[in-house]
């Protein structure tokens, strides 16, 4: 059974500081066209489960309408790292990942319905020592891999120079430490800098 990991996109959704809020309305109702409602929705690309293309912080990196699809689609490893203010690679030697690429790490216990103001981050060592192991996709429950006032976003570019993707905001309150497998497709929005994703999971009963 596969079991949606993605934030449903609402009116209130917390967002970043000043960038655009989610908003949706049907534009056009049914009475007034005669056949059909029409929605329309303004949004910010990194509201909720997003995936951050390298163009967001790199202006020479793709965009993520060039990124690859295969990147988003196969088995994961999900972490139970809750507890700790920062993901580094002491925490991780002990894990045996069985070669998985994918790797989404469980820091909350819940999703506040407020924007955070302090996160659990990743320390951007963790960025080789997990492309050593082959990984091409890092997933987070929160807005950011970074410090969330950060301007040198150093794990956001560690994970890029890695080969590193990564989807911010998962929904894994309810989900186990262990192997599954993920979808997790962003948007093909030309020239974007990310994108909503629609992510979910099915656990594999042995790997």
Same mark, same amino acid.
């Given at each position: 059974?596969?079991?949606?990991? +993605?934030?449903t996109?609402?009116? #209130?959704?917390?967002?970043?500081?000043?960038?655009?809020?989610? $908003?949706?309305?049907? #534009?056009?109702?049914?009475?007034?066209?005669?056949?059909?409602?029409?929605?329309?929705?303004?949004?910010?690309?990194?509201i909720? +489960?997003?995936a951050?293309?390298?163009?967001?912080?790199?202006?020479?990196?793709e965009?993520?309408d060039?990124l690859?699809?295969?990147v988003?689609?196969g088995?994961c490893? /999900?972490m139970?790292?809750? #507890?700790?203010?920062?993901?580094?690679?002491?925490?991780?030697?002990?894990?045996?990942?069985?070669?998985? !690429?994918?790797?989404?790490?469980?820091?909350?216990?819940?999703?506040?319905?407020?924007?955070?103001?302090?996160?659990? %981050?990743?320390?951007?060592? %963790?960025?080789?020592?997990? !492309?050593?192991?082959?990984? /091409?996709?890092?997933? /987070?429950?929160?807005?950011?891999?970074?410090? *969330?006032?950060?301007?040198?976003?150093?794990?956001?570019h560690?994970?890029?120079?890695?080969?590193?993707?990564?989807?911010?905001?998962?929904?894994?309150?309810?989900?186990? $430490?262990?192997?599954?497998? *993920?979808?997790?497709?962003?948007?093909?929005?030309?020239?974007?800098?990310?994108?909503?994703?629609?992510? %979910?999971?099915?656990?594999?009963?042995? *790997?």
């Amino acid at each position: 059974m596969w079991i949606d990991i +993605t934030q449903t996109l609402k009116a #209130g959704i917390p967002n970043w500081p000043g960038d655009t809020p989610f $908003q949706f309305e049907v #534009g056009y109702t049914k009475e007034q066209t005669g056949s059909v409602n029409i929605g329309k929705m303004t949004t910010s690309m990194h509201i909720g +489960t997003h995936a951050d293309a390298p163009f967001h912080f790199d202006n020479n990196g793709e965009k993520v309408d060039q990124l690859d699809v295969n990147v988003f689609i196969g088995k994961c490893f /999900v972490m139970d790292c809750r #507890g700790t203010a920062e993901i580094t690679c002491e925490m991780l030697r002990s894990v045996d990942f069985k070669g998985v !690429q994918r790797i989404l790490f469980k820091t909350l216990d819940t999703i506040s319905p407020q924007f955070p103001t302090t996160i659990p %981050v990743i320390h951007p060592n %963790v960025a080789p020592f997990l !492309q050593d192991k082959g990984v /091409v996709l890092v997933g /987070v429950d929160n807005p950011s891999v970074d410090p *969330l006032d950060s301007k040198k976003v150093s794990a956001h570019h560690a994970l890029y120079e890695a080969g590193i993707h990564i989807v911010e905001g998962l929904v894994l309150e309810t989900i186990e $430490q262990g192997f599954y497998d *993920l979808i997790a497709l962003p948007l093909k929005v030309a020239g974007a800098d990310g994108a909503p994703v629609r992510a %979910v999971i099915r656990k594999i009963p042995s *790997l």
